[in-house]
């Protein structure tokens, strides 16, 4: 989705502007991007519209939210036109049509399944309602991250100073503090700083002090010899950029920050943009070396620190060098080895009882949806039946109400008894089931620990249904509206 946005905008900002030909970012025109002849841009423009309806398959919301920033950034810039508001929605309308047909073969059943998919959401949770998308959150930096912040901030704009004076000393500060920022990247690169790091979900944040260097920079050398400031056209794109990383976070119920913060791309973009009119007239890029590496060296830090603690993994990216086979077919995962003998203990132990591939299974963990997965087996009701959220127990209920009652009947039950996301026995209930006698116990295995993000292993248990045709007669009396 961040390709399409930024394909998007390379075109967006070549709209109605002069082409002469000339170097990019030459003074003799004000656009962020290469120049390229008008003729040739218009298939393509085109098509980064009907981007925005890829985009809508792939996430509603910020479907929506790209559609309105990059109007106002239109209308801005003076670039807004009714031709091109057309052909913008005519272009997202044909792909959407085109996927709906080809994906569901019914336009009324792709727009079906839509609106189930949202009710399940705020099913799940009131924090998806529509209401609670428009919302201003917040972030806080731990105290080393603040100091960092303020000694990237300064130290980048000394040292960026340094390179643009072309004084003897500005070039002893800017090949220092180049040579600071190489050797991060060459430890991070090399890993001797791997395993230092803490977790922290605002790090890419420090993606700003660079940015706010080169603020500072702009106010300072347009005070001391006049450099020229950004157009309008240039700080449009600049806000456009800034607010992109929201836009790729709008709809999730996850702290706007924290989630934007893996588009923390488009931040450094923003920057990039209202500095480029300066440096252009400065003698080129080759004086933000010191800039430049310093957010090759965050980007380095960014990424040592995720593969050191991967989301919800139980150890570090390095770790997971043990094959694992998993379903039906045999595909092989490389996965950490707590978690390699958690599968194949799952997977031995499952096929010991009878359960084999293709079988049902409903599971009832709320965090364990690759485990049936690797067994070879069928998940009932959704893909993941998702605990730990307020309506967890309703979605999994609604979820369970679309299965056939053939195939619940039939299932085997996969459940984690006190987890930290299990969702109740009883659930079987809604469809006719008996929740103690209706099923046996037949197998158990520990979760690794670190799993999901939980220190501590806890206990699942399979159990096998022991009275299938019961069950499907009382699943069809109960959808027919009779007693059981």
Partial sequence: MCTYLFSDLATYSELQQPHPAGPP????????????????????????WARGGIAFLAKPTTALALAVVVALFLIITSRFTLARLTSAVGSAIAVLLIAALTIDGSIFVFVERLRIGFSFANLLSDGYGFAKI?????????????????????????????????????????????????????????????????????????????VLAMLVLIAVRRCSVRAPLPSRSEWALALLLL????????????????H???????????????????????????????????????????LRQAEDHPYRQPGPIAVTDLAVKMGARGSRLFLAPSYAAYIESASTTARSVGLGPGVPVIDLTGRS?????????VGIGQAWMIGGYPGSTHLASAALARARCDDLAAAWLLTEPGGPRFLPDSLVSTFGARPSEGY??????????????????HLQTLKRPLDSSGTRAACHRLRAGAPT
């Fill in 134 to 210: 428009f919302r201003l959150d917040t972030f806080d930096l731990t105290t080393p991250e603040k100091i960092a912040f303020a000694l990237l901030t300064i130290f980048v704009f000394i040292a960026t100073q340094g390179s643009l004076l072309r004084t003897p000393r500005g070039r002893l500060l800017a090949t220092v503090a180049s040579s600071a920022f190489f050797s991060v990247i060459a430890a991070t690169t090399l890993g001797e700083l791997g395993g230092g790091l803490d977790e922290s979900v605002y790090l890419p944040t420090l993606i700003f002090a660079p």
């Fill in 25 to 48: 970012f030459g003074r003799h025109r004000r656009g962020a991007f290469p120049t390229c002849d008008r003729s040739a841009r218009r298939p393509q423009w085109r098509s980064n």
């Fill in 260 to 302: 934007g913060c893996a588009a923390a791309l488009f931040w450094l973009l923003a920057g990039v943009v209202i500095f480029a009119p300066m440096i252009e007239i400065s003698g080129g890029w080759i004086r933000a070396v010191p800039m430049i590496l310093c957010v090759q060296a965050l980007t380095a830090v960014i």
């Fill in 440 to 457: 046996a116990e037949v197998a158990t295995w520990l979760t690794p620990a670190g799993a999901g993000g939980h220190a501590e292993p």
């Fill in 369 to 377: 949806p690759g485990l049936i997965f690797a067994i070879g087996a």
């Fill in 243 to 258: 607010t992109l990383p929201h836009v790729f976070s709008f709809g999730t119920n996850r702290n706007y920050w924290e």
